[in-house]
């Protein structure tokens, strides 16, 4: 993957290894291409997904000189950077920066929801360094293990669901919500 700081035209793949020894390393190439679809599903249509990317994902096996085999996943790069890291952030007031967390809040809830709705998966880990944003839109990143579940039983509906991610939130987001 290229530096942080490097120049870039959008376009790059990251190249992500995995150790296959945990039970759950496959987590993260299901959740990704059940992601995709659901991408794919809706490009043209409006959706909760309108501001993404298309991810395109290719996940495979290689050996390693001493013959063990490690998990490949190859996967576009998401643009835009962490709340933190953005300009307008560093430089802006608290109620601006209290509109941009409602707006990161806002769009990721609808997100997240439309991915349990379609295909039964539960993204947890929506704190600020898996939510890259930038003038478009935002950008939910790390669909591995623990970060991505299944939903067992009967999906909730979107008050029962928001009900929860807002007391989630609170708890990922709670040193940013501090600072402003």
């Known amino acids: ?69 490690w998990g490949v996943i190859v996967m576009r790069k998401q643009p835009g950077q962490q709340l933190s890291q953005m300009a307008e952030w560093i ?33 947890v880990d929506f704190g600020p360094t898996n939510i890259l944003v930038d003038h478009d839109g935002c950008y939910l990143i790390d669909f591995g293990a623990p970060s991505v579940y299944h939903i067992k039983g009967t999906k909730p509906t979107f008050e029962e669901f928001e009900r929860w991610y807002k007391i989630r939130w609170g708890f990922l987001w709670g040193s940013v919500l501090q600072e402003i």
């Open 1 to 69: 993957m290229l530096a942080h700081n490097a120049e870039s035209s959008g376009n790059e793949v990251i190249v992500k290894i995995l150790n296959l020894e945990p039970l759950s390393a496959s987590c993260e190439v299901f959740a990704l291409k059940e992601l995709t679809q659901v991408q794919q599903d809706e490009h043209n249509a409006k959706s909760p997904w309108s501001d993404q990317l298309v991810l395109f994902i290719k996940s495979g096996f290689v050996k390693d000189h001493a013959g063990n085999k």
């Open 91 to 123: 430089t802006g007031t608290p109620e601006f920066k209290r509109h941009m967390v409602n707006t990161v809040y806002e769009r990721t809830l609808q997100k997240i929801y439309d991915l349990v709705e379609k295909k039964g998966l539960v993204h």
